[in-house]
């Protein structure tokens, strides 16, 4: 994950606290002449900075797709199709054998791993926040 990927309001896991956080700054600063990337966040009411590498990104899952409001539409030999009802733009796919999620558009197809991936390209489509279910939080 590089912070380059990462905008405010994304969701990473902080392994030390096992739990979800929000992300509320991202800092860059020098430390002897490398430019290090730290993350701001609230967990509970702690304030963290921590670095980059002491986060991890969160996995897409199909379930969690479901929860952010996709419903499988058909599925099909290796690949199921997810579509969201809210959303006039192009489907969500995801390859069985490979276990990858595709957002899908007859332009070009974006390959989504993790749960900021979708919120970036959600947000960039519709200019609206992707709304994160309680479990995920």
């Known amino acids: 994950m590089n912070a380059n990927e990462l905008r405010l309001g994304n969701y990473v896991y902080f392994p030390f606290t096992k739990e979800v956080v929000k992300i509320l700054g991202i800092n860059a600063h020098e430390n ?52 969201n009802k809210k959303l006039d733009i192009d489907n969500i796919n995801y390859i ?27 947000f960039a489509l519709t200019g609206e926040e992707l709304v994160l279910p309680q479990n995920l939080i």
């Open 96 to 122: 069985k054998n490979k276990k990858q999620f595709y957002w899908n558009c007859w332009e070009n197809t974006k390959e989504i791993k993790y749960v900021h991936e979708l919120q970036n390209l959600y």
């Open 32 to 83: 002897n002449g490398k430019i290090e990337n730290s993350i701001s966040f609230m967990n509970g009411l702690n304030l963290y900075c921590e670095q980059l590498e002491k986060l991890k990104a969160i996995d897409l899952s199909q379930e969690q797709l479901i929860d952010f409001g996709w419903e499988t539409d058909c599925e099909k030999y290796d690949i199921i199709c997810f579509i």
